[in-house]
């Protein structure tokens, strides 16, 4: 098997890793009312249960990066990712609290291993490709997220239990992700050697890309954690149509993510995350003005498209900071989108119950207007790739997306 191909079935094998972990996703954010109701959670309990799980995921990715010292991330994944998928169906399954913590506890700790060994391995992918595919991975994500979405809507619509909504999703893609880790591709090569550490120093540059990860996050988990509420309990919607603004989000991620690849080849990732947090910070603003929930639907679409490119990008940012350390910096960046998590959710709920829900849209708006400030940590002709940046062989560019043709 040639390189190129291998590289080919790591790449479809890993965005399809990608989906999966959008549909579970999904299924669990935009059901918690149900998950909610269920299992008698009260408001003031809620927000512990929803901190759990980011707090369990960034011990995770801490306990990843260390063991990808031991093996490869591919390994971790393929572990992971059928953990997820059985701790969502456990969520469906038991009937007093204490199940619904357990579940959600295996959930957060097998995620939090997911996304640090699956970011590792998109970032070690894009510098085999030499060009930006970041952005292609979490759009197989946002797919996902889309379908899952879509299935908690029908769930909800015909009332079906959490159980019956969640067995399908995990009947189909458990033995699908097991099958197709077997094409996961490690690093790019025999000289490529990942050191222990980002060395002296090293996190003090990270951490720029660490707040931008955080605050991407905060703005993110408000759509997941509090967009089906405050369609419902502020916009007067349905429960039904409270789904609705999830999918919304993840339709326009997926739109953006799929061009968003395309626009960093062509003006560098620092232009598009620019261009992204305005976008973003133009849909809080929306959300938190809405008279209705047709309104809070359009901010909704403009926070997907703007925050979409943020995240992807942040994780190839490290990837270039420390091409030596990649696996590091991706799991020590990782445990902040846990941090986002861990903060958006609470924050929000305190100042809409303290003030008003509205107003607590303004917060995560001002918080993702930071990465403006921040911008420059994402580079310009090194973080652009296309022409110039794909891997050349003699005098030929090669496009290994395409199998190797000349461009």
Request: net charge positive.
């Amino acid at each position: 098997m040639t390189d190129d191909v291998r590289l080919r079935r790591g790449r479809g094998a890993l965005g399809f890793s990608f989906f999966a972990q959008g549909v579970a996703f999904a299924l669990l954010v935009t059901r918690i009312p149900a998950i909610q109701d269920r299992y008698g959670i009260s408001d003031g309990l809620l927000p512990a249960f929803l901190a759990a799980v980011p707090i369990l995921a960034g011990v995770s990715s801490v306990a990843t990066e260390h063991l990808v010292r031991r093996v490869p991330p591919s390994v971790v994944l393929r572990w992971a990712q059928p953990l997820v998928l059985l701790s969502l169906l456990g969520v469906g399954t038991g009937g007093q609290m204490w199940h619904v913590a357990v579940a959600l506890g295996a959930f957060g700790l097998s995620v939090g291993a997911l996304d640090a060994s699956m970011n590792m391995l998109g970032v070690s992918l894009q510098r085999a490709y030499g060009r930006s595919i970041m952005l292609g991975f979490h759009a197989a994500y946002s797919l996902g997220g889309i379908l899952g979405a879509s299935a908690a809507w029908a769930g909800a619509h015909w009332h079906l239990s959490l159980f019956t909504g969640y067995l399908p999703a995990v009947v189909v893609l458990v033995p699908l992700v097991v099958v197709l880790s077997r094409r996961y591709v490690d690093g790019t090569g025999p000289g490529e050697v990942q050191e222990k550490g980002l060395g002296d120093g090293g996190f003090k540059l990270l951490l720029p890309l660490c707040l931008v990860m955080a605050c991407a996050y905060i703005g993110d988990s408000t759509v997941a954690n509090w967009s089906a509420k405050y369609l419902q309990d502020v916009l007067g919607s349905s429960e039904q149509t409270a789904t609705v603004p999830y999918n919304v989000y993840m339709v326009t991620t997926l739109i953006g993510r799929a061009v968003g690849d395309l626009g960093v080849r062509r003006f560098g990732a620092a232009a598009v995350v620019r261009a992204g947090t305005l976008v973003a910070a133009a849909g809080f603003a929306v959300v938190a003005a809405a008279p209705g929930a047709w309104v809070g639907m359009l901010g909704f679409t403009l926070l997907g498209i703007g925050l979409c490119v943020i995240v992807p990008q942040t994780f190839a940012a490290a990837g270039r900071l420390f091409p030596g350390a990649s696996d590091t910096a991706v799991a020590r960046l990782n445990i902040f989108n846990y941090v986002g998590f861990l903060i958006g959710s609470p924050l929000v709920g305190a100042v809409g119950d303290a003030w008003s829900y509205r107003g607590a849209m303004l917060v995560p708006m001002a918080l993702v207007l930071v990465t403006l400030l921040q911008a420059r940590s994402f580079g310009s002709d090194k973080a652009r790739y296309g022409v110039g940046h794909e891997r050349r062989a003699g005098d030929r560019v090669v496009d290994v997306g395409r199998g190797g043709n000349e461009v």
